[in-house]
């Protein structure tokens, strides 16, 4: 426990010092370009045009207007994580870009649309999470055609290497791993288990699980669910899949789902380990209107929840000890780097300039940031990625 506590300080510590390489420094770079021409709106105002010479390189720019276009857009404002790296990348982009992050409204065409309407606007990077990895190559074909202009996927990762590899100026922002955060997921289940011989309700020495997985068209899915299994089962603890089915990322759809296993199941279940935390909320949504989780962890009426993404709204429901943890992604990392790889390549610059940051070297051209395991003793790790 106590060794697995330090590493995922150690990791935190890791991934603070890499941050502080790459919060604050897109701001400043840009700064030359606004500083000359800022006045125009200020001239109009009172005090502050008397001294326009002697206002601060390092405060905000007078006109965000003249900063050059960020095309940024999510697949659906309906995903909080998506949602979370969008607020990161509107907050980087202070200063640097102009940018309003488009909700692909999980429609291709839409958001084809939305990348259009970018371009002809003159942005000078595109950033996007797509409705469908398969539309990369239309996408990319956009921006060969405004002129090579530089396109950052996240989130949802291309994996087609030949897709990747048809554009030089494309780049990729995901986390860590094939596993998709489901290995650190699975530790923090088998930790569990050695900590709490309770879990075992009936005592079978296996552990009844209820497996919720994201969207099955989604890359990180079928890993997920796959990877937090056999990780049980590799530290020697034995697993019945009681349900293994999706909920779309999504907590209405996780809740009408868990509805119904709670009440054909209900203290069957020892587990129930969700690919994300929008689901999880549901599932605990679905269990706590069912009787459980209302009484704290030693409870007889307690079934352990687990999710991804370390999402602000989870991280109270596992300091109050409803659902026992989360696997961080850094949403707010993943938008500094989207938008300091989209500054450094629309100003010639290379990719990783002023990052400490690498590009995987598996052809994704993706840097990958680190998960983190998080639970009741460490809800200050994830916080912190939440405060700007
Ligand atoms: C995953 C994340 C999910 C969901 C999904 C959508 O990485 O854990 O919550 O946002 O991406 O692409
Ligand atoms: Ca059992």
Redesign the pocket.
């Known amino acids: 426990m106590r060794k697995k506590l330090i590493s995922v300080m150690l990791s935190v510590a890791m991934t603070a010092s890499l941050l502080a390489g790459c919060g604050s420094e897109p701001a400043q770079e840009s700064k030359p370009q606004e500083t000359t021409e800022a006045a125009p709106e200020q001239a109009e105002g009172q005090e502050e045009a008397a001294e326009p010479e002697a206002a601060q390189p390092e405060e905000a720019p007078a006109d965000n207007g003249e900063l050059p276009i960020l095309g940024a857009g999510i697949?659906s404002s309906t995903?909080?994580?998506?949602s979370y790296i969008a607020k990161s990348i509107t907050g980087a982009s202070d200063g640097v870009f102009q940018v309003n992050v488009d909700d692909g409204q999980m429609d291709q065409a839409t958001q084809l649309n939305q990348i259009d309407t970018a371009l002809a606007k003159g942005a000078v990077a595109i950033c996007v999470?797509v409705v469908d990895i398969t539309a990369a190559p239309a996408i990319i074909q956009k921006c060969q055609d405004a002129g090579d202009v530089p396109i950052i996927f996240f989130?949802?990762e291309i994996t087609d290497k030949d897709v990747v590899a048809s554009y030089d100026n494309l780049y990729q922002v995901?986390?860590t791993g094939g596993d998709?955060?489901a290995a650190i997921q699975g530790q923090m289940i088998v930790d569990y288990w050695n900590a709490h011989p309770e879990m075992d309700k009936n005592g079978d020495g296996k552990l009844q699980m209820i497996n919720v997985m994201?969207?099955p068209g989604?890359t990180?899915s079928q890993p997920r669910a796959d990877y937090v299994e056999s990780t049980i089962t590799d530290a020697g603890i034995g697993i019945e899949v009681l349900e293994r089915d999706t909920g779309m990322?999504d907590t209405a759809k996780a809740k009408e789902k868990m509805d119904a296993w709670v009440s054909k199941y209900g203290d069957e279940i020892e587990a129930v380990v969700c690919?994300?935390?929008?689901m999880a909320l549901g599932v605990l949504q679905s269990v706590e209107a069912a009787g459980f989780n209302l009484e704290g962890t030693d409870s007889e009426q307690y079934i352990p929840i687990i999710g991804?993404?370390a999402l602000p709204e989870m991280l109270e429901k596992i300091e109050s000890g409803e659902v026992i943890g989360s696997v961080l992604?850094d949403a707010s990392t993943q938008g500094k780097v989207i938008v300091a790889i989209a500054n450094n390549v629309s100003q010639g610059k290379d990719a990783l300039d002023g990052l400490d940051f690498e590009l995987d070297t598996d052809g994704s051209k993706a840097v990958r940031v680190p998960y983190a395991a998080i639970t009741a003793d460490n809800v200050d790790v994830a916080a912190a990625n939440y405060t700007e």
């Open positions: 697949y995903d909080n994580f998506n999470s989130n949802k995901t986390s998709y955060g994201g969207d989604h990180a990322w690919a994300n935390d929008a991804i993404d992604q």
